[in-house]
Nanobody, 124 residues
Framework: QVQLVESGGGLVQAGGSLRLSCAAS????????MGWFRQAPGKEREFVVGISRNGGSTYYAEPVKGRFTISRDSATNMVYLQMNSLKPEDTAVYYCAASRQVLIRTSSNDYHYWGQGTQVTVSS
């Protein structure tokens, strides 16, 4: 079992930055593919970015490419999402998730553990 807890969300103006953190307990995160998803009001949960078990590979959804950066720290069992140049359309609840899959997956169905989410609101 893995317990995930996100933090770092908040209210920011368009063009600003936020850094989300995902803290894990229960098992080492190095055993899992890690991903960030988001869900805006009235919309389906969508994939944002994933990172391989050793951090050597990443995959970004097109809307966030060049603006968001995922990283992981095995020593502290943490995953981060640095979000720059934020836009109002980035407003959503952001979720950290862990997958037992071998390769990065973009479907939420392939992720087995989820955090409770953290709200990100970008004002125009």
């Amino acid at each position: 079992q893995v317990q995930l807890v996100e933090s770092g969300g908040g209210l920011v103006q368009a063009g600003g930055s936020l850094r989300l953190s995902c803290a894990a307990s229960g098992r080492t995160l190095s055993s899992y593919i890690m991903g960030w998803f988001r869900q805006a009001p009235g919309k389906e949960r969508e994939f944002v970015v994933g990172i391989s078990r050793n951090g050597g590979s990443t995959y970004y959804a097109e809307p966030v490419k060049g603006r968001f950066t995922i990283s992981r720290d095995s020593a502290t069992n943490m995953v981060y999402l640095q979000m720059n140049s934020l836009k109002p359309e980035d407003t959503a609840v952001y979720y950290c998730a862990a997958s037992r899959q071998v390769l990065i997956r973009t479907s939420s169905n392939d992720y087995h553990y989820w955090g409770q989410g953290t709200q990100v609101t970008v004002s125009s």
